[in-house]
C-alpha cells in the first residue's frame, strides 16, 4: 500500500538517496510507502514520483 504523506516532513528518496521535500503543493511528486514483510508492517519507504516510476512501482500504484 503507498500513500501520499502530508506536507512539512522530509525523507531521503529510497530510489535515488536524494532529499525529498513534501509539500502541499507538491503533493503528487513524491510517494510514502507503508512496506509490510510477511504481513506486518517493516518500515516505511519515500520516492519521487518519477523515482517510484524509474523503480518499477515496487509496491503498487500510489492511492489518496
Ligand atoms: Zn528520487
Same mark, same amino acid.
Given at each position: ?6 506536507? =512539512? ?25 507503508? *512496506? ?23 509496491? =503498487?500504484?500510489? *492511492?489518496?
Amino acid at each position: 500500500m503507498t500513500r501520499l504523506i502530508e506536507a =512539512g516532513s522530509a525523507a531521503d528518496c529510497a530510489h535515488c538517496g536524494e532529499r525529498v521535500k513534501f509539500r502541499a503543493r507538491e503533493r503528487h511528486r513524491q510517494v510514502i510507502c507503508n *512496506v509490510y514483510v510477511d504481513g506486518r508492517w517493516d518500515r516505511v519507504e519515500h520516492y519521487h514520483e518519477p523515482c517510484y516510476a524509474a523503480a518499477g512501482s515496487p509496491y =503498487g500504484d500510489p *492511492v489518496d
